[in-house]
């Protein structure tokens, strides 16, 4: 068993029987022996993802007997995920009720991050979540088009598009296929319960636009992804209220290498189970990584506390992103440090992420891009399918639509890019820490 599992079982100390949804990962080629095992012990599979079993209502005194069951390696929980850039369900507060939250018998309660909402919501808004009326509080923020983040990153001379990778967006589904940053280009997909993929949140298809959105003119500016040709997938993992399940995740991953993705972009996390070696989330990175696929992960917004990286972010495979104030030129005050549990320096790089050094400095910094749902309007008060958000969730495609730009310079040398390479090259010349990595990405540091 997980160690983190059973520690969390031997705390858990609740006298009314609990059941739980567990992740058992099973040896290579033994799948359908342990299925039939778990089956004539009384349990039901729900799904399997890699060489992991889903096994919802699991009794939490019995989770020690699928444990020895033969060519069981280990049995893992199945962890809510969020997005990162907003976990929980609802952008505010109710008065007479409290925070919204969510009880998880071994994760306990999820509070709602202040970091996507605004901070100071007035009385009608929580009644009219798209009051006109916070129209008279934009001052309180600095609305920047992603074009203008973009052509900081972008800082050479170039032609690069993005044409011919395959990028994949894992994240709470697919905007409007007429919406004009997309336009039918993207191609989306469901591995979530819900199964329709298209974004009720805002944070999917706000992450989409940010990889790879045609150019669109709005009220701030224009806004356009960072490889906007390049041959783009929505993959819904997580559902309308913005949380899924690791299972939901890993079926997303299994699915983005069967579609033979070079590029995934995952703005989620999760609590780490234990290090790297035991967490089912970081095993998938791995595999995703041994066939050669590139997996760019939010570091989260945990911060500024060290050691606030989160699963997946916190794996050695993957490109793990903080987020970057461009009005202050320095690590947003939210975004995750390291190190890892496994004492990992983290992240590995940064992109523009909004926000700014610290909690309260004014106007915060948010970043412009198509988003339908929810979100949309949740801070100007403008309902147009596009939005300001900050997050590490929104410096992580940012990086994403980078390195997809680098992956087509590559191609047209009959090469591809690999994750050893890019690794390299980022660590070229440059020191790494636990707030801002090796720094700001660039598109200079790959291409000349």
């Not at 469901?190 to 003119?217: K, Q, R, Y």
Request: with cysteine; charged share 20%.
């Amino acid at each position: 068993m997980n160690p983190w599992l059973a520690n969390k079982l031997k705390k858990l100390g609740n006298p009314e029987p609990v059941n739980i949804t567990v992740l058992v990962e099973v040896e290579p080629n033994f799948a359908d022996e342990v299925k039939q095992s778990l089956i004539e012990s009384g349990f039901t599979i729900k799904s399997q993802a890699f060489n992991f079993l889903t096994v919802p209502n699991v009794p939490a005194d019995k989770v020690s007997l699928i444990s020895k069951i033969k060519h069981v390696k280990t049995v893992n929980y199945d962890t809510p995920v969020g997005a990162v850039s907003f976990p929980f369900p609802l952008p505010f507060e109710l008065p007479l009720f409290g925070p919204v939250s969510r009880d998880d018998p071994l994760v306990g309660t999820l509070s709602i991050s202040e970091i996507v909402a605004p901070k100071k919501l007035r009385a009608p808004d929580l009644l009219f979540p798209f009051s006109p009326l916070r129209i008279l509080s934009t001052q309180d923020y600095k609305f920047i088009p992603s074009s203008e983040v973009n052509k900081e990153v972008i800082d050479v001379e170039t032609d690069l598009d993005g044409s011919g990778v395959k990028v994949a967006v894992l994240d709470t589904g697919s905007m409007n296929p007429l919406h004009p940053m997309n336009m039918f280009r993207i191609k989306p997909l469901s591995t979530s319960i819900e199964i329709l993929p298209n974004d009720g949140v805002g944070h999917g298809s706000w992450c989409l636009s940010a990889v790879g959105g045609l150019p669109w003119p709005t009220i701030y500016g224009n806004s356009v992804g960072m490889a906007p040709k390049a041959d783009l997938y929505s993959i819904k993992v997580l559902g309308s209220a913005g949380m899924g399940t690791t299972s939901e995740v890993l079926k997303g991953m299994e699915l983005a290498a069967e579609l033979g993705m070079k590029i995934v972009s995952m703005s989620l996390g999760s609590e780490p189970q234990g290090g790297c070696k035991d967490d089912p989330t970081c095993k998938a990175v791995k595999t995703l990584a041994d066939k050669g696929i590139i997996v760019v992960v939010a570091a989260g917004n945990s911060g500024p506390g060290a050691g606030t990286v989160g699963s997946p972010g916190m794996s050695p495979e993957a490109i793990t992103v903080g987020s970057w104030s461009l009005m202050d030129d320095a690590p947003s005050y939210f975004s995750s440090r390291g190190p890892t549990p496994d004492g990992v320096v983290k992240p590995d790089v940064m992109g523009y992420g909004g926000g700014r050094k610290s909690d309260d400095l004014t106007p915060d910094e948010l970043i412009v891009n198509g988003c339908e749902g929810w979100l949309d309007g949740i801070y100007d008060g403008i309902l147009e399918g596009f939005g300001g958000l900050h997050g590490t969730s929104m410096s992580t495609p940012q990086i994403a639509g980078l390195l997809a730009l680098v992956e087509q310079d590559r191609n047209r040398d009959g090469a591809t890019l690999t994750l050893a390479e890019v690794q390299e090259l980022i660590a070229k010349g440059r020191s790494k820490d636990n707030e801002s990595g090796y720094g700001l990405a660039k598109l200079s540091w790959f291409v000349s």
